[in-house]
């Protein structure tokens, strides 16, 4: 996004305007910060904001400032067409292909509007006008506080903007820890503080949020953790049964592909989720060092992400789905060993 793109959309934003905001479907931390706190600076402003996601999001993000204002596309299918029928501008946070909205494609596609993308994945489609696309970013929530900067805005970040934005640094960045985590990301994150964002309480909100069942349901994930150490791989296996014996709850799995990737020696980790009510197989990838889960996920499992950070599916059975990937492998052991 150049000079002239940012005084373009200043212009844009210097009348009250209807606006639209989208993350992507099963919104993370990185998405609902992100939406959250672009919805607070451009009420601040003046405009008529709502945040529409495609679906549910987990119970560790209900707490986010403005959460409950969000509607959901799913749940509320009239109020969502209709505000995405009206917007002025849409804006589309934390993804970079209509494909990855779930259900809602099919009207982003018919939808003749302004598109404002601001989005940190791999190789973005060109359906927007505006596109301010960084894959070097820590997060969308990190390019949302330099959207707001490039647009002179800075001093408009309260604390609900600030709290907004931190959350979706610290879930994209595990933390603070990724490689993504730049000089920059902390002075962004520094600001915030000043400016309001708790950053005690909201570590303890996200991560202090367990379940008993969670926490058995991380157990058997560790059980079933398999390890192949001639290709530096380990993986996961999650059934529909382990899920419902355990009370699963969207939200649940997250961070359990981690535990893999913890092990000495590892550095691509995967979780296979069997998930009865698609009739998929959700599956997450993580990697460390050169090896990119993007370009694996992309060639194999109908999916994408980042290099280190990825996701895709599967319609095969969840045994079909390993032994699949398990015959993919050994055309990789060259760059798993490298
Ligand atoms: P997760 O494994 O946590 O669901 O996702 C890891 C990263 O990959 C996130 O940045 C997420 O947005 C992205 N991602 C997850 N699933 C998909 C998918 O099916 N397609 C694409 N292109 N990206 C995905
Ligand atoms: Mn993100």
Same mark, same amino acid.
């Given at each position: 996004m150049n000079t002239s793109e940012i005084k373009e959309i200043k212009v844009l934003l210097s009348t009250p305007k209807k606006i639209v905001i989208i993350p992507h479907k099963n919104p993370d931390g990185d998405a609902i910060g992100s939406t959250l706190a672009l919805h607070h600076y451009l009420s601040g402003l003046g405009h008529h904001s709502t945040v529409i996601t495609p679906n549910d999001y987990p119970k560790f993000l209900k707490w986010i400032p403005g959460e409950n204002s969000i509607v959901k596309y799913d749940n509320d299918n009239d109020l969502a067409v209709s505000k995405i029928k009206e917007a002025d501008i849409i804006f589309t946070l934390d993804f970079n292909h209509f494909s990855r909205t779930g259900n809602m494609e099919n009207v982003l596609i018919q939808t003749d509007t302004t598109f404002i993308m601001i989005d940190h994945h791999q190789q973005p489609d060109d359906y927007a006008t505006y596109t301010y696309s960084d894959v070097g970013m820590s997060s969308t929530c990190q390019m949302i506080y330099h959207f707001i900067e490039k647009l002179g805005d800075l001093d408009k970040i309260n604390a609900d903007i600030a709290t907004c934005i931190y959350v979706g640094i610290m879930t994209d960045t595990g933390s603070f820890r990724f490689r993504s985590t730049t000089s920059t990301t902390h002075r962004v994150i520094s600001d915030l503080i000043d400016r309001g964002a708790d950053n005690t309480r909201i570590h303890e909100n996200i991560y &202090? %949020?367990?379940?008993y069942s969670r926490l058995q349901l991380q157990g058997v994930a560790l059980k079933n953790l398999k390890v192949l150490p001639e290709y530096k791989t380990a993986y996961i296996t999650l059934s529909q049964k382990e899920l419902d014996d355990h009370n699963f709850k969207k939200g &649940? %799995? #997250? !961070?359990?592909v981690n535990m893999g990737l913890s092990? #000495? !020696?590892?550095i691509f980790a995967l979780i296979f989720i069997e998930n009865k009510g698609e009739n998929i197989i959700k599956i997450s990838l993580r990697s460390k060092g050169d090896f990119s889960v993007n370009e694996f996920s992309r060639n194999h499992f109908e999916g994408g992400g980042h290099h280190n950070a990825a996701g895709g599916k599967s319609n095969l059975s969840i045994k079909e789905t390993v032994e699949k990937f398990i015959s993919i492998l050994p055309s990789y052991k060259n760059a798993l060993n490298s």
């Open positions: &202090d %949020t367990n379940s &649940d %799995t #997250e !961070g359990f092990l #000495e !020696g590892i």
